[in-house]
């Protein structure tokens, strides 16, 4: 497995409460994403980063902020959790160019929003 | 949407045979990967081809490209218990550039003993 460590694996909340998913690399790879998985919608990305400190929207990116302050460690905050936002959360990194931007996925975080 | 679509959605097949799942896809791409997800796991990347290779062979896994049609299979051969899982295609649009890949929906194979 890459070295790629999502918390919490498994997280029950309460609508309108905030969220903070972390993802944590030892690959020191430059490119880290946020998807999320749903039933008939496949993956779907939320945000990625490029960088320490520079981040980009993807798909579906409303309801969802996106920190790094470090190159390791990407978190994901729901600001206020709803329902709509029960998932399960992937962490993903790639080295990007030189790799052919072959990403690798943590084992998931599974957010349910009650 | 960009993404890549699946077909079939799924597959049912008896252990030793061959499995061939397809995905196609709408825009000019650099290269293609398939990845694999067992229940309850994260996506394990398989194999990558990129756009200006036709065929590409890994172990038991063949996957061709058929840029012209905007196209791509995955063959698995003497198909064991193991493989079931769920596949998926993922396109690479931009080259390398920092906006990832873009995922189909999946094919669910289930392998029968």
Known sequence: DAGITQSPRH????T??????????????????????????????IHYSYGVKDTDKGEVSDGYSVSRSKTED??????SATSSQTSVY???????????NTIYFGEGSWLTVV | SQQGEEDPQALSIQEGENA???????????????????SGRGLVHLILIRS??????????RVT???????????????????????????????GGADGLTFGKGTHLIIQP
């Open chain 1, 11 to 14: 997280k029950v909340t309460e």
């Open chain 2, 65 to 95: 490209l058929d840029t012209s049609k905007k196209s791509s299979s995955l063959l698995i051969t003497a198909s064991r218990a193991a493989d079931t899982a769920s596949y998926f295609c993922a396109t690479d649009f931009s080259g």
């Open chain 1, 74 to 79: 990407f978190l994901l905050t729901l600001e």
């Open chain 1, 16 to 45: 309108g409460t905030p969220v903070t998913l972390r993802c944590h690399q030892t690959e020191n790879h430059r490119y880290m994403y946020w998807y999320r998985q749903d039933p008939g919608h496949g993956l779907r990305l």
């Open chain 2, 20 to 38: 061939t799942m397809n995905c196609s896809y709408k825009t000019s791409i650099n290269n293609l990967q398939w990845y694999r997800q067992n």
């Open chain 1, 90 to 100: 992937f962490c993903a990194i790639s080295g990007g160019q030189h790799s052919g």
């Open chain 2, 52 to 61: 200006n290779e036709r065929e590409k062979h890994s172990g038991r896994l």
